[in-house]
């Protein structure tokens, strides 16, 4: 197939994609998240010393949210990244959230998760002025997504969890694909990208964007199962009935037959 002949394809299944679709009539505000980290009591320890504190620098638009005055040093394989900011508070995994433009530079190739989906993901040593802790895993790019409450959520006609289309930007307007929808009493409304994304669109924290729906519809993604131990043919037949995703992850094992019925039926998602 000639190029012009794959370009008219992909303009034609773009065009199906979009029919129908039609931005909320409120508009919602974009939130671009630089490189940061959460960390654990355990690692705060070790990097800033015993019971250290973090001090509140400025507050979030998520209530209960801040980024610290504190910063560390991230080293990778093959670079490294000074002054990254801490969000606070605490949390019970360390987890640092870099983007693409930054893996590259560190020389990692980390995973699009939601936060706090760290397992399978890949480790970074993190320096501060007390001392270092390598982490084995937290490393991700963060999924794009909206917070909103459950008053939002129904405005908006969709439910946690949910995959929708964003409309954002002026002279290089784009339409983000796979954002995911998180819903809680404890959020704010607010769309968070981080700078790769806001780059390509030309938008900034406080700029406005617009979720893209068909009337009606409640897209929910597939519900998915992580599974961190033998894997057999049985499992994947179980997990195709209940419309379950099985997850490889690292130390995961897998018979070949398990393994082949698995990707035949799409059932399985190998992140090893």
């Given amino acids: 197939m000639k190029d012009s002949r794959i370009v008219e394809v992909v303009k034609k299944i773009i065009e199906q994609e979009l029919v129908g679709l039609m931005p909320s009539s409120r508009p919602i505000p974009i939130g671009v998240s630089g490189r940061h980290l959460h960390i654990s009591r355990e690692d705060l320890d070790v990097i800033f010393g015993k019971d250290y504190q973090l001090t509140e620098d400025k507050p979030l638009t998520q209530p209960g949210q801040y980024a610290a005055k504190e910063r560390v040093t991230l080293v ?79 405005e908006y006609n969709v439910v946690d969890g949910e995959i929708v289309r964003v409309v954002c930007g002026d002279e290089r307007k784009l339409i983000f694909d796979e954002v995911l929808i998180r819903v809680s009493e404890n959020y704010r409304l607010d769309f968070h990208i981080d700078f790769d994304e806001a780059n390509a669109a030309g938008v900034k924290t406080g700029d406005l964007c617009y979720l893209l ?25 179980e997990a195709e009935e209940k419309g379950l995703k099985i997850i490889l992850v690292k130390g995961t094992i897998i ?18």
């Fill in 213 to 237: 729906k068909k009337k009606g519809e409640v897209k929910v993604p597939e519900k998915r199962e992580v599974v961190r131990r033998l894997v057999t043919e049985v499992d994947v037949r």
């Fill in 255 to 272: 018979t070949p037959l398990a393994l082949e019925l698995g990707l035949s039926k799409g059932v399985i998602i190998d992140r090893r």
């Fill in 76 to 154: 990778g394989p093959r670079g490294v990244i000074e002054n990254v900011r801490i969000l606070g508070p605490v949390r019970s995994r360390t987890q640092v959230e870099i983007s693409f433009t930054d893996a590259r530079r560190l020389g990692l190739n980390p995973p699009i998760r939601d936060s706090g989906d760290l397992d399978g993901t890949q480790g970074i040593t993190i320096v501060g002025p007390a001392g270092s802790v390598t982490i084995p895993e937290g490393v991700i790019i963060a999924k794009r997504h909206i917070h909103m409450t459950p008053e939002d959520a129904k």
